[in-house]
């Protein structure tokens, strides 16, 4: 049987042919001497390794057949029109770039044609080139990266960042990334370290070359080996929007195979692949060991769905177990995690409540109201000032302070640290803190609830206590939303060996919770952590606009070091328009007008996207959507419907990608501005950061295009 191996621009096939795409595969990757496929050789061809294949009556397929190491591949280089595509055969050819050692196609011309003109120069005349103020020369490009002559030469003569990315948006895979990364002022040696670059000498078989330079890392940024059938049909299914889960850059690549000493944490912005990282890796660890007991979690239902989602995508025959403790890859939420051990705690869960509250329960398994924290200050007279009598501040101190430690009584409370809190506390202070926090666990103990954060504390608890934890490997997304607890209990899910904890995350998505530092509660990291920069979702002009939303911000990151951003997009695509409302109903009327003109130049409904502030917003959204013909949904939280125009809060956007999106942002209601008004100035910083970070998310859901509609 031939292997299929795909090539990105191959993978961006029109939707009216994806299935007769697929039939034409799938018969060529079992026998390619079926009747009917028609597999010829091309005269006058530039390759004559080149051949087409009968898509159907119209279509044409050209590929490389490559015959090394005594099987057949066949490299699938593109589909097209039966003209066309003899056309393109002719002048095609497949060969090992002599530099780095890279599979490379070019285009080969039967008479001489001038180089392409290098477009005017958009900046003064007097500013010299971008490269050339970057200090890249000729002899780095060709000589040391193996950029094609042509493609040097346009490099070298262009103005300004956004000239070399149109240039490299014009060449797929290593090619247009090298440019990318040279634009961003990377040096070349970092490349070559990078992307894996090294000059290979020819053995004779050319055939068997070919084939040792796709297994490269960095040829994997524009092919994929298909392993067997529904493989096949996931990569023609997704097409381009789901290439970059499927065409990995070497730096993804390393940190889904290699083996880490104990926890490592991969950090990176919107878009950089994280989170594609953490699937590939789940899929490895499972096909490493059949019997590995795997935990692939994050901090929300939604978000824990798309892993789930994108596994199954990736690969459906890694087995996703239900149950915490089985073989397989068990995807869950962090929460859902603590309520499955607690649930199978059994007679052991009296003596961690025990552990972490000081007292004794009887198995509380319901989660307490998120209104305890109101109703107690409301209830209960305090001493304390409004910035320190509020649910924010009280209920961070319980989660960061009093519950990692394991703190029972007042006494403790007086003596216990609390690094990184921000608001100092007296003792006067720090006792009537615990009377509030005292009325909060008697009320609790009343009703027969732990809180979210008390769950996961008495779950951790419970785990240091055996002898047998429940998982092989557990993988994290969305660290930097994670209470201290939560660490807890992830580290006591595992224990300590290779591979045990990986941690990918984002301090510039911090949405949700105070920030935690992972030595504090026993992951150590200890140099096992590194970046990514490339974002491969956004294209360069929206990805400019979202940074500019974290400017001025001070970001710290789970290791308590400042993180930095300076990430880059392979990708160029318009600017992001910004529209100013002055109501409500103006902002409704930019929503549906933006949208129907969208709709009308032929996108798809479901890869276009409204991302609002809060559910009023949604609501109110979804219905004028609706009232003008457009077919729109709320979600929740459901995933986003096929077929329809999703509606979702920022929050909810999290995880999500869409073609096209308007991002709505209104005015903080009086209600919000009255509870920010309340708080420490440390706290309300730290509340201030997280709405840029909101905001920030949500601007990097649009791949392509982005409309943002603001309220004066």
Excluded at 232 to 240: C, H, K, M, S, Y
Excluded at 383 to 406: G, I, Q, R, S, W
Excluded at 669 to 692: G, I, T, V
Aim: net charge negative; with cysteine.
């Amino acid at each position: 049987m031939p292997t299929i191996i795909m090539g990105k621009l191959a993978s961006k096939i029109d939707g009216s042919i994806r299935g007769k795409a697929m039939t034409f595969l799938q018969r060529l990757g079992t026998d390619d001497t079926t009747p009917g496929l028609h597999v010829e050789p091309i005269q006058h061809c530039a390759d004559p390794r080149v051949r087409t294949g009968r898509v159907d009556e119209f279509w044409r397929a050209v590929m490389f057949r490559l015959d090394g190491n005594g099987e057949t591949h066949y490299v699938i280089h593109g589909i097209w029109p039966h003209d066309d595509a003899i056309a393109v055969a002719q002048r095609v050819r497949l060969k090992v770039n002599p530099i780095n050692g890279l599979p490379q196609i070019d285009e080969i011309t039967t008479s001489p044609v001038a180089p392409p003109v290098a477009p005017p120069p958009t900046v003064a005349p007097s500013v010299a080139p971008l490269f050339v103020r970057l200090g890249h020369d000729r002899n780095d490009l060709v000589d040391t990266l193996g950029l094609p002559d042509d493609v040097a030469d346009q490099a070298l003569a262009a103005a300004d960042e956004d000239a070399v990315l149109d240039l490299a948006q014009r060449h797929e895979g290593w090619l247009g990334t090298i440019l990318v990364d040279l634009a961003a002022g990377d040096t070349v040696e970092a490349i070559v370290a990078r992307m894996q670059l090294e000059k290979t000498d020819p053995t004779g078989d050319a055939d068997a070359d070919v084939l040792q330079s796709l297994k490269r890392p960095a040829a994997a940024l524009q092919y994929a080996f298909i392993d067997d059938q529904d493989e096949l049909r996931r990569v023609i299914e997704n097409g381009d929007f789901g290439a970059w889960r499927i065409f990995l850059h070497p730096d993804q690549r390393r940190y889904v195979d290699r083996s880490y000493n104990g926890p490592f944490r991969l950090s990176g912005g919107a878009g950089t692949g994280k989170t594609v990282v953490l699937v590939h890796r789940a899929r490895a660890l499972a096909r490493r060991d059949s019997d590995a007991r795997i935990v692939l979690t994050t901090f929300t239902t939604n978000l824990a769905e798309a892993l789930g989602d994108g596994l199954t995508q990736l690969d459906p025959q890694v087995p996703q177990t239900r149950a915490l403790g089985q073989p397989g890859v068990h995807v869950t939420g962090v929460d859902a995690l603590a309520a499955a051990v607690l649930r199978g705690a059994g007679s052991g869960l009296a003596s961690a409540i025990r552990d972490v509250l000081g007292e004794q329960r009887s198995a509380p398994l319901a989660r307490t109201s998120g209104t305890r924290w109101r109703e107690i200050i409301e209830s209960t007279g305090t001493t304390l000032p409004n910035e320190l009598a509020n649910e924010t501040f009280l209920a961070t101190e319980y989660a960061h302070v009093v519950l990692p430690h394991k703190v029972h009584d007042e006494a403790a409370y007086l003596r216990v640290r609390r690094p990184g809190r921000g608001v100092a506390l007296d003792r006067a202070r720090r006792s009537a803190v615990w009377a509030l926090i005292a009325a909060y666990r008697a009320q609790s103990r009343i009703d027969g609830s732990l809180d979210f954060t008390e769950a996961a504390a008495v779950a951790a608890a419970y785990l240091v206590t055996q002898t047998d934890r429940p998982a092989d490997h557990v993988l994290v997304d969305e660290g930097q939303d994670l209470s201290p607890t939560q660490w807890q209990l992830l580290r006591a899910l595992v224990d300590e060996h290779p591979d045990d904890l990986f941690i990918a995350e984002d301090s510039h998505q911090r949405i949700y919770g105070t920030r935690a530092v992972l030595g504090r509660y026993g992951v150590a990291i200890v140099g096992r952590s590194q970046r990514l920069t490339l974002n491969y979702r956004t294209t360069a002009q929206n990805l400019h606009f979202a940074m500019g939303i974290l400017d001025g911000g001070e970001y710290v990151d789970l290791e308590e070091e400042p993180d930095e951003t300076g990430y880059r997009s392979a990708r160029t695509g318009p600017a992001p328009t910004v529209e100013f409302v002055e109501s409500l109903a103006g902002e409704l009327q930019a929503v549906v007008r933006h949208v129907r003109a969208w709709l009308d130049d032929g996108v798809a409904l479901d890869t276009v996207a409204v991302l609002v502030q809060d559910r009023f917003h949604r609501d109110r959204v979804a219905t004028a959507l609706t009232e003008h013909g457009i077919d729109a949904r709320a979600v929740d939280r459901d995933r986003p419907p096929v077929g329809r125009v999703p509606v979702l809060t920022m929050h909810r956007a999290k995880g999500t990608e869409f073609s096209k999106v308007v991002l709505v942002i209104g005015k903080p209601s009086p209600a919000e501005l009255a509870r920010l008004a309340s708080l420490d100035p440390s706290e309300r910083s730290d509340a201030e950061l997280r709405a840029r970070s909101l905001r920030y998310v949500a601007a990097t859901r649009a791949r392509d295009e982005l409309v943002v509609v603001s309220r004066k």
